[in-house]
């Protein structure tokens, strides 16, 4: 190596995560009102619980996808599913 070039090494941090982490709200499916049977359940994607089990992402409200498997009750809601659900007219549980 000559004094013009530069070498950079870095060693990458690794941690589990848990300063990013929130509780995100995932729209498993609905209830038609019309055009199906009454009650009729229509899925919109993977739900948390087939998430945990079978190891396959689920998407949240913020665009989100992961493959849950941590306890949500341990983070607080995301801000943006928090946002996007509040202007939706939902109800959210107080944290």
């Not at 870095?10 to 709200?25: A, K, L, N, S, V």
Request: aromatic share 6%; glycine share 10%; charged share 20%.
């Amino acid at each position: 190596m000559n004094a013009t070039e530069l070498e950079v090494v870095t060693t990458p941090q690794i941690d589990d995560g848990d300063h990013e982490r929130f509780t995100h709200i995932v729209l498993e499916g609905y209830t038609p009102t019309k055009g199906k049977k009454e009650g009729e359940f229509v899925p919109l994607g993977n739900s948390v619980v087939e998430g945990m089990i079978n190891a396959t992402p689920v998407t949240a409200l913020c665009g989100k996808v992961w493959v849950p498997g941590k306890d949500p009750q341990k983070y607080p809601i995301c801000p943006t599913c928090k946002e996007i659900a509040t202007q939706m007219g939902w109800n959210l549980p107080e944290a």
